[in-house]
């Protein structure tokens, strides 16, 4: 099986089982909002898919697990889709252009 097979069945089971034991308290950021005032003052500027790792409809525990392993495979496939865009063509040279092999097609 090829490596990033099991980094991305690692990033599943991390995304879907770890996240049911992951911590209900808020973290740093957000205490420190609560404590310096700022989080009444706090307006929505993107909308989060899955807010508090919750999806609609589901029982809390599957709603957190299946949040995880959506989030690493929306991330996964980014990724893999930067990776291919940003990846230099086959037989291109490194800035992009096609591959010369010493022969010049203008006579002389």
């Not at 973290?27 to 009444?40: I, R, V």
């Amino acid at each position: 099986m090829k490596r990033w097979v099991w980094w991305l069945v690692i990033a599943l089971v991390v995304g879907g089982l770890l996240s049911l034991v992951s911590s209900n308290y808020p973290d740093g950021f957000e205490t420190a909002g609560e404590q310096l005032g700022y989080m009444e003052r706090a307006r929505e500027v993107f909308h989060a898919p899955f807010a508090e790792y919750q999806i609609p409809g589901l029982p809390e525990g599957a709603s957190t697990a299946a949040a995880g392993v959506l989030g690493v495979l929306l991330a996964f496939g980014v990724f893999v889709g930067v990776g291919r865009l940003l990846a230099p063509r086959p037989g291109a040279d490194s800035d992009g252009r096609p591959a010369s092999n010493g022969r010049s097609s203008e006579k002389p």
